[in-house]
């Protein structure tokens, strides 16, 4: 089964940018959708956005669409989150996950529709 890494999570100021990794390995992460989830202390884990295996279609959450660009890149085996214009109602951990199963994008937005998940990055966003 796919195993997978989330990297490149930090420290930023409002206004900032990063580009998280979700490095997939043991299988090819072009026979996957993947999303990416967040989740803050106290909080339930939430959707962010995801990318469907077979189309590249995408699905973003409205407190991100606009600001984040979800990407999958074969040749390195990886989907990655560009997140410009950061603020800080975007801190928390930040997971990947992924699914053989081609949802409907309506549908891409629930966890529990995901069979393989990373063990999360770390996102702080604070001036």
């Known amino acids: 089964q796919v195993q997978l890494v989330e990297s490149a999570g930090g420290l930023v100021q409002p206004g900032g940018s990063l580009r998280l990794s979700c490095a997939a390995s043991g299988r090819a992460v072009n026979g996957y959708s993947v999303g990416w989830f967040r989740q803050t202390p106290g909080k339930e884990r939430e959707f962010v956005a995801a990318?469907?295996?077979?189309?590249?279609?995408?699905l973003y959450a409205s407190a991100v669409k606009g600001r984040f660009t979800i990407s999958r890149d074969n040749v390195n085996n990886a989907v990655y989150l560009q997140m410009n214009r950061l603020n800080t109602e975007d801190t928390g951990v930040y997971y990947c996950a992924a699914t053989t199963t081609s949802y409907v994008l309506s549908h891409m937005s629930q966890k529990e529709g995901y069979d393989y998940w990373g063990q999360g990055t770390q996102v702080t966003v604070t001036s």
């Open positions: 990318i469907r295996r077979n189309d590249r279609h995408t």
